[in-house]
């Protein structure tokens, strides 16, 4: 559920996030509920598509955003734009359930 009938304040903007073994790229629309990912590094490196995201501020610069890609993978970030942190939480379309913690970082490109 979004806090606001406005967009989220990541929106419009573009992020690396990099775990141990998974970097992905993640491009949030300024429409403010479109985001496209990239899996660029790891064994899902190729993935990539198209989702609707839904996001809760739980603390001043730190997100809850949550989606479910094409393939029925459902992903949930809890991001950290000031720290730079991100935890990922997901789970594969035949079941696989993974827990991350990296880094994240905007994208200028």
């Known amino acids: 559920m979004n806090t606001s009938a406005m967009p989220a304040p990541f ?6 996030v990099r775990y141990e073994g998974l970097t992905a790229i993640n491009q949030y629309d300024a429409d403010g509920r479109t985001m496209r990912y990239q899996i660029t590094e790891g064994p899902l490196r190729g993935a990539e598509g198209e989702a609707h995201y839904q996001w809760t501020r ?5 997100f809850a ?7 029925g993978s459902t992903v949930v970030h809890v991001d950290d734009f000031d720290l730079g942190t991100s935890l990922s939480f997901f789970t594969t379309p035949d079941g696989d359930f993974h827990r991350l913690h990296g880094q994240l970082r905007a994208r200028t490109d």
Do not use: T
């Not at 929106?11 to 690396?16: H, I, N, P, V």
């Not at 955003?65 to 393939?71: G, H, L």
């Open 65 to 71: 955003i949550s989606w479910q890609e094409a393939d």
């Open 11 to 16: 929106a419009g903007r573009s992020f690396e």
């Open 58 to 62: 739980v603390a001043a610069e730190v």
